[in-house]
């Protein structure tokens, strides 16, 4: 078996080879030049791994993983996403039809058949191809609805290149049984958690199935509900392999204040909880640029969690923060005491520190980045340094057992087969890891009126809506949020005010973490005396000049941000249109409703 150091050492050679013997097709519309096969390549096991190992470019690199959820409801940002902006985004500007190494590995799975290598090395092998081949046609899914799927290598002449588009019924129903062949047939054993296993696959596939077996319970328009609780049964009994004989478990390690965030400031992925990974790894030069993105001013999105999802983290004792009376009028340094643990581990607040200069400094939320006050570490480390550049030495989760519970009692909760034992398993465990008190072991009798007004005014089942929440605390900031929104067919989620915390009064700096030293200040005019070091921020109507200030305070006192900016959620938005270049090539692709 190779090391993740050879995968890394191998990579330049890998390409070198490829490109020898295959080229990939950048669209599907253009034309593929031939292949030739390499009894060298595919008559020894080294040559199939080494192979093998050029399909992992397929997964998400360590700045898109960062980047995540970079368009989400839970976050503002620094502007607007044109996606969301009524004209600003079609099929002019779409992408994403691209089909980079879907030939490489149709190529492969053709020619994995030389009889000098035995039966099974040679499906484990087709396996990792096929495990592949589902990942990069399910994000083609998840993008763009119906697409052709392509399971063979094509040749020069031919004419299926230019056919339409296949129902997503066909697209899901290959995706699983690649995946099934993929759980059956792979034998790797890891621990970098940086290769596909077998429990790899079945994870994915309780991601794949919950995805599409949900779209298609709440996008009635499909007329697909017959085939809903196959799919969400399949969730279960995928998500059951890895929780019954993966070996896998949450971590627990530093403790409840501790143990979430170490997920992902960890260099080497924890592996009793993390499944797989985007692993740096500094002998080689591998670093993430987590800090830069997170904590600039100028390079990052500037992404901060807004105040009506940080509403949704319960109190320490598993009573929700929107019970308690006068919740909307307390001040930021309040606000945040006594809650799901969790909370301190993705943002700043409270006793929150970084390394800066050598020296533990503290760290309160800073208004040169953050627009609502909730400002995220999560992904990022303590260390002010890494803060410029690609510096960072954390490994990226992408797949993780929390996920795999969670889909777990997602799925059984819509088939309505949720028991109490399966509740404390999952979102139970879960929240006991966040330090949470309260009764985890049995599922919810009351319906949270927040999450219903706020969130999900369609589900009724205390259950479910509980679920919800919990993903949403849970993966937040790990690129789940946008798709869970399309697939739950909540779109309009995404036209909330970007408010952030309550701000007592004006002219008065506040203290944000207690420790006495004051922080910021909001004002409409500038005070004249200004306190040192304090941060000064507008939220008048207008700026100097004249042009709209777009933070401001809402009528409750709130900070918002980007109000000036329509929004409007248009059911096309659930899918990307097709980009206008390939669609002219070939025109049988058709376009996706609304575009």
Not at 7 to 34: E, G, H, R
């Amino acid at each position: 078996m190779f090391s993740l150091k050879s995968t890394y050492i191998n990579l330049a050679v890998i390409m070198l080879f490829l490109s020898m013997i295959t080229v990939s097709c950048k669209k599907l519309d253009q034309v593929p030049q031939d292949t030739a096969t390499n009894s060298a390549v595919f008559g020894s096991v080294n040559g199939l791994q080494l192979y093998a190992n050029s399909f992992y470019t397929i997964l998400p690199d360590s700045g898109t993983a960062v980047r995540g959820d970079a368009m989400s409801d839970f976050a503002a940002r620094t502007s607007v996403p044109d996606f969301l902006r009524p004209g600003a985004f079609g099929p002019r500007q779409s992408s994403g039809w691209t089909w980079t190494g879907l030939r490489n590995i149709n190529y492969f799975i053709e020619n994995c058949n030389n009889p000098n290598i035995s039966l099974s090395q040679r499906q484990h092998f087709i396996g990792l191809a096929r495990f592949f081949r589902a990942w990069f046609y399910f994000d083609k899914l998840k993008r763009f609805g119906d697409v052709p799927w392509i399971g063979k290598t094509m040749k020069i002449d031919d004419p299926a290149l230019y056919n339409g588009r296949d129902k997503r019924t066909l697209v899901v129903d290959s995706i699983i049984a690649d995946l099934d062949y993929a759980a059956l047939h792979i034998n790797t054993t890891d621990n970098t958690r940086s290769l596909i296993t077998k429990f790899t696959a079945y994870a994915f596939k309780s991601r794949v199935c919950l995805f599409e077996g949900t779209f298609r319970k709440y996008h009635d328009e499909y007329g697909l509900q017959s085939s809903v609780n196959g799919l969400l049964n399949q969730a279960v009994d995928a998500a059951q392999a890895v929780i019954a004989g993966g070996g896998f478990s949450l971590n627990v390690a530093g403790g409840t204040d501790k143990a979430y965030r170490q997920l992902f400031t960890s260099q080497v992925p924890v592996a009793s909880e993390v499944i797989l990974a985007v692993v740096v790894d500094p002998a080689l030069g591998i670093y993430n640029d987590s800090n830069w993105y997170w904590t600039s001013a100028t390079y990052g999105d500037r992404v901060s969690l807004i105040r009506t999802f940080v509403n949704t983290y319960l109190n320490i004792d598993g009573t929700p923060f929107t019970d308690k009376p006068g919740y909307k009028t307390m001040p930021f340094a309040q606000e945040v005491k006594g809650r799901d643990m969790r909370l301190q581990q993705t943002i700043r607040m409270g006793n929150y520190t970084r390394l800066n200069g050598g020296t533990q400094q503290a760290a309160p939320p800073v208004f040169s980045y953050t627009y609502t006050g909730y400002q995220p570490i999560k992904l990022t480390q303590d260390d002010a340094s890494m803060d410029g550049g690609t510096r960072n030495t954390n490994s990226i989760p992408i797949i993780r057992y929390a996920e795999v519970l969670l889909n777990y009692a997602e799925a059984k909760a819509e088939l309505g087969t949720l028991t109490d034992a399966d509740w404390n398993m999952t979102i139970g465990a879960l929240r006991r890891r966040a330090g949470i008190t309260g009764n985890t072991s049995t599922k919810p009798v009351i319906a949270d009126q927040y999450l219903q007004t706020n969130y999900f005014p369609a589900i009724s089942d205390p259950s479910l809506l509980e679920i919800r929440r919990e993903r949403g605390i849970e993966l937040a900031f790990e690129g789940f949020r946008f798709n869970d929104i399309v697939r739950w067919k909540r779109g309009e989620l995404m036209d909330q005010i970007w408010n952030g915390f309550y701000v007592p009064a004006l002219n008065v700096p506040l203290d944000l973490n207690e420790d006495g030293v004051l922080d910021v200040c909001f004002y409409t005019t500038l005070p004249t005396n200004q306190v040192a070091g304090v941060t000064y921020v507008s939220v008048a109507e207008t700026l100097t000049g004249g042009a709209a200030n777009p933070q401001r305070l809402s009528s409750a006192n709130e900070l918002t941000w980007l109000t000036t900016i329509t929004r409007k959620w248009d059911d096309k938005y659930y899918l990307y249109p097709i980009p206008e270049t390939d669609r002219l090539q070939n025109p049988k692709l058709g376009q996706n409703p609304g575009w």
